[in-house]
């Protein structure tokens, strides 16, 4: 009895799949994919004969990933992408980066901010990010019309900007803009105060309320520099992870951006909560910040996932070349060439990412009943061979540039490596308005 196929959207036949859960490497398999979500995963020729697709897309030379999980980045920014280089990290905030938000910070601002960095991020294989920034209804806006997954911050800080006064303002206007948009299937929130050097203990208290009673995750600078960590124990008496463990923070719904400097009481106290890292290599190193113990945090079972950082610290929004960084900083750093091999980053960039934003149910491994975010990234290129073991390829050899395609919940969002969004339409003149307008400032 001859089977009658079955009717799906779409079929994704790939040379190689990295299903990242399980950690396998499948070779000549398809992917199925009806209503967004993938419901089988299969040889290609059973694929052929057990589905009839609305659409069928072949790559003979590629390797289909998960879609990749930017964990730590403030989109907005990328319109400042270069403006202050070459500076330490306090210096190029208080000097430069606060001045020009101060004088240029608007909805329009993060709304045209964000669509380039969503576009950046699309056609580099980024199908989800997570935000810390100002201004989340214009932020998604943006990432709508781009049809990006998000994970917008609730930022807080003590002092006011031209968007909030206090820190009670920027929560109350961030949950405004989280209840407008509960029902979007691709956008959530998460809670976002900045750093331990500009939050009081009473605002992480309502924080951690508020966290515990909508289940946020709470997603917090941490460790960066030396100098933070001298200061925190000038004033606290403590190093800026133990008084957020005091105060109740740390823990599965907690996510440390950097972590860059640590003693072994910190990272126990990160691997003994239950605590996620977002690890930011380039930026680390561009504002001299030094380079986080990454090695070392995933021998303790922390589990650790990959940021870019703004664009203006970066200055990529790259997680192809965050990928091959982290690899090689901690062979480097630990002497040992075993460290962090490819199979492991590409899980630091995808599925760490998902758990450590309570996503891993969704997105993060090309796993039957999850969203379809997936990636393909072009092997056949003449620098990209001879290709013996794809996923060393990934990391090693290929970069954004051989992005192919990019689908977010079964939508392919990036085509034959052009973007299908109008989200794009007048960014040119958007960003040339920005353009100018900053460096008339700079000049003044």
């Known amino acids: 009895m001859t089977r009658t196929p079955e009717i799906i959207d779409l079929l994704i036949e790939s040379r190689w799949i990295a299903a990242v859960d399980p950690d396998v490497v499948l070779k000549n398999h398809a992917v199925a994919i009806h209503n ?52 330490p990290l306090m210096e190029w905030l208080q000097e430069h980066i606060w001045p020009a938000e101060v004088a240029h910070m608007s909805a329009q601002f993060v709304y045209d901010g964000t669509r380039l960095a969503c576009a950046e991020m699309l056609k580099g294989g980024i199908t989800c990010f997570s935000d810390m920034y100002f201004y989340p209804e214009a932020a998604a806006t943006a990432v709508a019309e781009f049809g990006m997954r998000a994970m917008l911050g609730i930022t807080t800080l003590e002092f006011p900007t031209p968007y909030a006064s206090d820190a009670d303002d920027y929560i109350n206007k961030g949950l405004a803009a989280r209840e407008n948009w509960l029902d979007h299937p691709l956008i959530g929130f998460c809670l976002a105060p900045h750093a331990p050097y500009t939050v009081s203990d009473l605002t992480f208290e309502r924080i951690l309320t508020l966290s515990a009673q909508l289940n946020l995750p709470i997603h917090c600078h941490v460790h960066e520099t030396r100098q933070e960590l001298a200061d925190s124990l000038k004033l606290h008496g403590q190093t800026p992870l133990q008084r957020l463990q005091k105060l109740g923070l740390t823990g599965p719904s907690f996510i440390g951006v950097h972590a860059v400097h640590n003693n072994e009481a910190d990272l126990a106290i990160l691997a003994d909560s239950g605590s996620s890292i977002a690890h930011c290599p380039t930026s680390n190193l561009k504002l001299a910040s030094g ?59 995808t599925l760490n990412g998902a758990s450590a934003l309570g996503l891993s149910h969704e997105t993060g491994s090309i796993t039957i009943g999850k969203a379809a975010d997936l990636c393909a990234v072009e092997l056949g290129n003449l620098e990209t061979q001879p290709c013996f073991d794809p996923l060393s390829h990934l990391v090693h050899v290929a970069g954004r540039e051989n992005v192919s395609h990019v689908w977010v919940a079964g939508k392919c969002c990036v085509d034959h490596k052009t973007l299908r969004t109008n989200g794009q339409n007048d960014l040119d003149s958007a960003i040339a308005l920005w353009q100018n307008k900053l460096e008339v400032r700079g000049e003044a």
Do not use: C, W
Request: net charge neutral; charged share 20%.
């Open 36 to 87: 967004g979500r993938i419901i089988d995963i299969l040889p290609t020729g059973e694929a052929r004969a057990r589905y009839r697709a609305e659409e069928r897309v072949t790559l003979a030379e590629h390797i289909l990933i998960p879609g990749l999980i930017n964990l730590h980045t403030h989109a907005a920014m990328s319109l400042m992408r270069g403006l202050a280089d070459d500076l």
């Open 291 to 349: 380079i986080a113990p990454v090695a070392r945090m995933r021998q303790l079972g922390i589990n650790v996932g990959l940021g870019t950082d703004g664009a203006a610290s970066n200055n990529r929004l790259d997680l192809f070349g965050e990928m091959r960084l982290a690899s090689l900083l901690a062979k480097g750093t630990t002497g040992d060439a075993s460290a962090l091999p490819a199979n492991e980053v590409l899980r630091m960039a």
